[in-house]
């Protein structure tokens, strides 16, 4: 134990060096080289000065891949300094300083250091504004620009974008192009800003017309279509159908093929050319926790099974205290066009401190998706189960209907930056063999992440859970269907269900309420190194109720390798209360993924 605990705090002491020298890492990294170039001159106008931090920050990120001390490295540097400069002068001039002049004033000294010197010039402004056709002028938004403002770049594209949505409201145009044009004045430092509409015949929607495809059936590709036949014709229609055909994961283009113009009748057919990619794939995946040692995942895909974009999903998981054979399909557009059908089967194996089972599972369950942040599930599930505990050995067919709703934003679910994720769910459990009595299980679970800084990325996630089951004593509810807490998806620092109630052994036992938390701050140093701290905390109770007197935390620090799969994890964590039964006073996990 002694050993162990001195192997923890080197450990720990390494990660914590990490954090205190994060501010300095840019210097230290093999990933980048250290600079110091500065702006200088425009100290009155904040928003464009982050603007040019931001673009000048963005070119140096790229290292120079030759030796510091050689020639070619230092006619690199002088070259990426003077394109530097470039694109700062064309960024003053997008944010309206057209007579703008950057010079680079390089430190002699030192490699990659010096100052941006920077003379903006008077901002030009807008001497006048035109539309053409001028019966347009009715769809134009003053509230965006105007005459007298300054020539703003962004503001300008802003106005232009909003004016071709209000030209198109409620028209039907086979084509519409909007565009911009800015004379100058040097003199007075203003300019002329004219917007012309070009604008085609009316037009409606004809058929859709799929050509390339190879198995994917023409049945499925016409579920896909957003319009329909003799509608208005609208160019965002085809772009969102182009879109939809390339998340189904079958295809790797769809290109879309107009006629010039419409016919005699004004109808447009939509010809989309199709090419399939692979439908088959396999996947592979590895972790390792101290509490449950280490795991392997191998699993098999295929995401056209009947020519329908029916999923097949096999996966096989091992580890030390779960092994597990699950197969999946996934039938789209089940009865109706947001809803699909689900059908599982699983046969499970677990020895864990708390149990021992060998089980079979079979369920159905159909998913209704009502838009894309929230959709709900209903089924049906059924469960034959071996369970030994403390109680002895018993055989459980448990038939379940779950039910859920989900409610999801995020805007990357591998490594969510801001947004939420809500679920809750609801339960009845019945044993048909009659081992067990009827109960209900509840849960509910939150999880938030929230941007704090962009420069450098930092990132605050928090997660919640709660729990309960009724209609039962514990005793009479299944080993396996009750909560536990304790372990890497739950509160790191403690032990795989080491959390809760126990027996006179010291096993877990479970309970009938859980209630856990997650604090973890996620700072990126690099595009590929980042580090974490992070708190966890809960509770397992054997009473229906939340139990909020023994609460456990644990807390600890990690690193992130980021690929382009998702985050490589290496977590280390320490429980900082309710230490008693524990095997040892931290944990180790390694995974691929965020914690959640």
Known sequence: MLNQTRQFFKISAMLGCIFALAGCLESISPFSQHTDYTINGIEDDQDTREYLQKILKERVAEDID?????????????????????????????????????????????????????????????????????????????SLIKAGDPLDAQTVLKAQSTLFEN??????????DVEHAVILDENTKTAELTYTAKIGPSATFGPAIFKGQESVKLSYLRKLVTWQEGDCFRQEKIRSLKTKLLETGLFVRADRELPETPDENGIVPVTIQLKERVHRSVKAGVSYYTDEGAGITLGWEHRNFLGSGEKLETELNISQINQSLDVNFTKPFFIRKDQSLEINGALRQQDTDAFEEKALDFGASVKRQFNKRLSANTGVHLSFSEITDDDGTDTFGLLSFPNAVTFDNRDNPLDPHKGWQLKAAIEPFYDILGQSDPFTKFEAGARTYLNLIDDPDLVLALRANIGSIVGASTANIPATERFYAGGGGSIRGFGFQKVGPSDDDGDPSGGRSLITGSTELRLKFTDTIGGVTFVDGGSVSENAAVDFDKLSFGAGVGIRYYTDFGPLRFDVAVPLNQKENLDQNYQFYISIGQAF
């Not at 540097?77 to 002049?101: F, P, S, T, W």
């Not at 030192?110 to 807008?126: H, R, W």
């Open 66 to 142: 030759y030796e510091e001390d050689s020639e070619d490295f230092k006619r690199a540097a002088n070259a990426r300094e003077e394109i530097i400069a470039g694109d700062l002068v064309k960024a003053l001039k997008a944010k309206g300083y057209y007579d703008a002049n950057v010079e680079f004033v390089d430190n002699e000294e030192e490699d990659l250091q010096g100052s941006y010197e920077i003379v903006t010039g008077e901002i030009y402004t807008i001497a006048s504004l035109t539309i053409e056709p001028e019966t347009h002028r009715k769809n134009f938004d003053t």
């Open 167 to 176: 030209i198109q409201k409620d028209k039907c145009y086979f084509s519409l």
